[in-house]
């Protein structure tokens, strides 16, 4: 389904959100940026707290090699502390 719906190498967008806390939010830009062949530019990482502050959502572009690479990058993701959802 990734393979139908976007181009590979080429950048990919995901959105994960988590529970507001500095540590998390610092874990979870190294697990995403360990993956990568390219630094993780700031640009590229758009933060927005929710209402009550009590999370945040992190909008994320990375250039991905394939749909392997974005399943890798979701798995790592998914294991941080932290991590509330991730579309």
């Not at 990734?2 to 190498?9: K, V």
Request: aromatic fraction near 6%.
């Amino acid at each position: 389904m990734l393979e139908a719906n976007h181009s590979f190498p080429g950048p990919f967008s995901l959105a994960v959100v988590t529970k507001n806390e500095e540590e998390i939010r610092s874990t979870l830009r190294s697990v995403i940026a360990s993956l990568l062949h390219e630094p993780l530019h700031d640009d590229h990482w758009v933060q927005q707290p929710s209402a009550t502050g009590r999370f945040v959502s992190h909008r994320v572009t990375v250039v991905c090699r394939d749909a392997d690479h974005v399943l890798t990058i979701y798995a790592a993701v998914q294991s941080v502390d932290g991590v509330i959802q991730i579309l």
